[in-house]
């Protein structure tokens, strides 16, 4: 029923545009919502595999892959608010293995050529992927420091790290900095450190913390670093496109997959699964400054500064892929500062997931959208599907 938030008919434009991509073989399936004030429209299309033998539904699960790092920075912010962890005090207290840093005289240098970090690392730096280490857009790898991360197996890629997370910080630790600690902007990998710092600090898995102070406050039911037995009917498969042919193959089984079981390495930057129900919970929170109903996770004041643009013009540009000249990073998450299109209303933040999810929320307009799919992005272009669904909820707001 509609309460005047959305027009119905452009609505019905959404759906036929959303429909469309399935019918036409773009992906087997999607599941999208948007929400605003009272207003919530729900929509499944499609299957959960390539075969056909079940439908889609709006409690389907997917890996949400990146749009997990919003979760782990607001996990991060409550152990602020608690003074367990401070944003400007060294990590070193709770990950020993990021202090006496080196840092590479060149990003394209051999890895013996260092100089001494000039400062401890933070959890600032964690929270704005500006601590040190991360994707270098440069490919075919020709870095030394790229061929390292890989050969070591923690180069951001949709392959989740699956050793414990001791392991994944020795490695971490192994390795020279790429850029002084707050001096530059390297995607993703902040954020699964911030994930390891969050659990130390909270004395239990990252799992547990989220579960008793974020998932289980705001009803989120469905969300959880793997999909449990009984639910796994319920878990999209996930595809990857063939560059050459163009047809999906299989990336991840639902059943017997990778997340189908639970996480050696509960991975802060791109490890969840969840529905378009839980996530929305989230995202009203967020832009509830903090509050959902009953349950207050975090303050507005954390809220507001974790949705305020943190990067230097110059950081901005060394990330222009990301950011296209028209938005920055916050904690844990994009934020919009120019409007070039419909969807890019200035404060709009939230983020992309590799593995086919979009979520934002819109405070100008009280708007929250999630966008669930099954196919791995193939660049840091966004796919049509991205583009049509974030067109169509713009278009239908009243």
Known sequence: MSTGNFIPDRLERMRKVMAGHVERGDLPGLVWAVSRGSETHIEAVGTLALNGSAPMQRD?????????????????MILVEESRLRLDDPVDKWLPELADRKVLKAIDGPLTETVPASRPITLRDLLTLRFGLGAIMVYPFRYPLQHAMQEAGIAPSADLFRGSPDDYMKRIGSLPLAHQPGEGWLYHTGLDVAGVLVARAAGQPLSAFMQERIFGPLGMKDTGFHCPVEKVDRLATAYSRDFQTGKLGVYDEARGGSFAKPATFEAGGGGLVSTAEDYLAFQKM??????????????????????TDQLTDEEKASGRMFFNGNSG??????????????????????????????????????LAGILLSQRLMDSPQAPAHYTDFWTSAYQAMS
């Open 60 to 76: 389907s699960i997917f890996r949400i892959a990146s749009l997990t790092k919003p979760v782990t920075a607001v996990a991060a």
């Open 329 to 366: 990073w916050g904690l844990g998450m994009s934020v919009a500062l120019k409007r070039d299109n419909l969807w890019q209303v200035p404060g709009r933040f939230g983020w992309d997931g590799g593995y086919g999810t979009s979520g934002y929320a819109d405070p100008e307009n009280d």
């Open 286 to 307: 967020l832009l509830g400054k903090g509050r959902l109903g009953g349950e207050r996770i975090l303050s507005r004041a954390s809220v507001e500064l974790m949705t």
